[in-house]
């Protein structure tokens, strides 16, 4: 089991920045990959950034370049830094560890509770 809680969201004007934070425990944090979805009101829920054990990540085109996933696994945690955000950008954040990656048959997910970022001025 691992418990996910995200931290960080809220309200923020275009152009502005936020960092998420996930915090989690139950598991061998540096063997899991660490990812964040989103989920717009009306839409389906999507990967936007993901960072593995060895420290590679990989974003969705639609966040590239503004934000930066990132880990300390001394401190089980995942971050979210987010730049030049944009009204879009609005959703419910969540918070994803896929633990076993080392071994594709048994990787198992598990999420956070969410939080909600709102971009508006």
């Known amino acids: 089991q691992v418990q996910l809680v995200e931290s960080g969201g809220g309200l923020v004007q275009p152009g502005g920045s936020l960092r998420l934070s996930c915090a989690a425990a139950g598991s061998a944090f540096s063997g899991n990959a660490m990812a964040w979805y989103r989920q717009a009101p009306g839409k389906q829920r999507e990967l936007i950034a993901i960072i593995i054990p060895g420290g590679s990540t990989n974003y969705a085109e639609s966040v590239k370049d503004r934000f930066t996933i990132s880990r300390n696994n001394a401190k089980n945690t995942a971050y979210l830094q987010m730049n030049s955000l944009k009204p879009e950008d609005t959703a419910v954040y969540y918070c994803?560890?896929?633990?076993?990656?080392?071994?594709?048959?048994?990787?198992?997910?598990?999420w956070g509770k969410g939080t909600l970022v709102t971009v508006s001025s």
């Open positions: 994803n560890a896929k633990t076993n990656w080392g071994s594709p048959l048994y990787v198992m997910d598990y």
